[in-house]
């Protein structure tokens, strides 16, 4: 069973930069596609991006294309999202996971949740 643990996430202005980090435990990490969601007060966890093993492939919902970067350190079981040009709409708690299912972005697709990393952007 892989653990996930994130970090990285605080308050900062609209326009700013944060970077998120995801470590595993497990010696699997570089088997599985990772994904980062996000889950604002009072609405549903929403798919933000994701990165297959090989990290060859990296896809990202709309509202974060150019903005958001997912990538990952298989050596450091470590996968990151370097998150720019940040907006209040950004804010919400981000988490990572893991699947099997190459370029999912369905919630029921990945497992191993991790605690969840509060963004807060101010306007």
């Known amino acids: 069973q892989v653990q996930l643990v994130e970090s990285g996430g605080g308050l900062v202005q609209a326009g700013g930069s944060l970077r998120l980090s995801c470590v595993a435990s497990g010696r699997t990490f570089s088997s599985y596609t990772m994904g980062w969601f996000r889950q604002a007060p009072g609405k549903e966890r929403e798919f933000v991006a994701g990165i297959s093993w090989s990290v060859s492939y990296t896809y990202y919902t709309d509202s974060v294309k150019g903005r958001f970067t997912i990538s990952r350190d298989n050596a450091k079981n470590t996968v990151y999202l370097q998150m720019n040009s940040l907006k209040p709409e950004d804010t919400a708690v981000y988490y990572c996971?893991?699947?099997?299912?190459?370029?999912?972005?369905?919630?029921?697709?990945?497992?191993?949740w991790g605690q969840g990393t509060q963004v807060t952007v101010s306007s």
């Open positions: 996971a893991l699947t099997r299912m190459h370029g999912s972005r369905w919630e029921s697709d990945f497992g191993s």
